[in-house]
């Protein structure tokens, strides 16, 4: 099984959705290690609690610049030997050590169709405050690899959800997250996990950990 770290921010309910799924047997490719909180005071920290799951906090405010967060992000990955990334509502910036590291190995749910209303300065509600103010019909989630570029990594899944009459930005996330990422972040990462335990039978993959 692939060792799997979650990196968070708020409520963790795409982490938990990642565990109930655990749970019911749909990610056999993969175990969770650590969930790492980019602060103190994320509910998903008590979530990973309640599965047993280690908790670490590394905020980004606790770091003078990008590269000590990304030197204290990559010893805590090294702390638990992860071999895949999930951001799971992870608000932080990843620097490039981090991506480099782990190539092709972190995935990243947003909560829109790529390429629609993603990028700097998509994220939480601002996404789905921007999809009803373009008056889009269809919405919906992708996941992703995470490059250098934000949002711009090879579109693994997608899953498109619609937009209701009378939706505020607060009723169609939730639609979202209920219908699409909480749905798709769960087969996505038993579809990498499979993916490399695949590779891994091959020498040339030797996964480098960090
Ligand atoms: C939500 O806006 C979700 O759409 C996005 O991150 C935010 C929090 O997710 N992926 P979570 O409840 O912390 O998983």
């Known amino acids: 099984m692939l060792r799997i770290a979650v990196l968070v921010s708020g409520g963790g309910t795409n982490l938990q959705a990642l565990l109930d799924a655990k749970a019911r047997g749909e ?83 947003h909560p829109a169709l790529i390429p629609s209303f993603c990028g700097k300065g998509y994220y939480g509600l601002r996404v789905h405050e921007a999809a009803l103010a373009r008056g889009v019909k269809v919405t919906g989630a992708t996941v992703h690899l995470v490059n250098e570029i934000p949002d711009g990594g090879p579109i693994l899944l997608q899953k498109a959800v619609e937009v209701q009459p009378g939706d505020t930005p607060e009723t169609l996330q939730r639609r979202v997250m209920e219908q699409a990422e909480w749905v798709l972040l769960p087969r996505a990462v038993e579809q990498q996990c499979a993916l490399w335990e695949d590779r891994l039978q091959n020498p040339e993959f030797k996964l480098q950990i960090v």
């Open 27 to 109: 990610i056999p490719h993969g175990e969770f290690v650590r969930v790492i909180a980019s602060r103190p005071d994320a509910y998903a920290l008590t979530r990973a609690a309640n599965a047993g799951i280690e908790g670490v906090v590394v905020s980004r405010k606790s770091f003078a610049s990008q590269q000590a967060y990304d030197d204290a992000l990559l010893d805590a990955l090294r702390a638990c030997r992860a071999q895949l990334v999930v951001l799971a509502g992870f608000l932080s910036i990843l620097g490039p050590a981090v991506i480099a590291a782990y190539r092709d190995r972190i995935l990243n749910i």
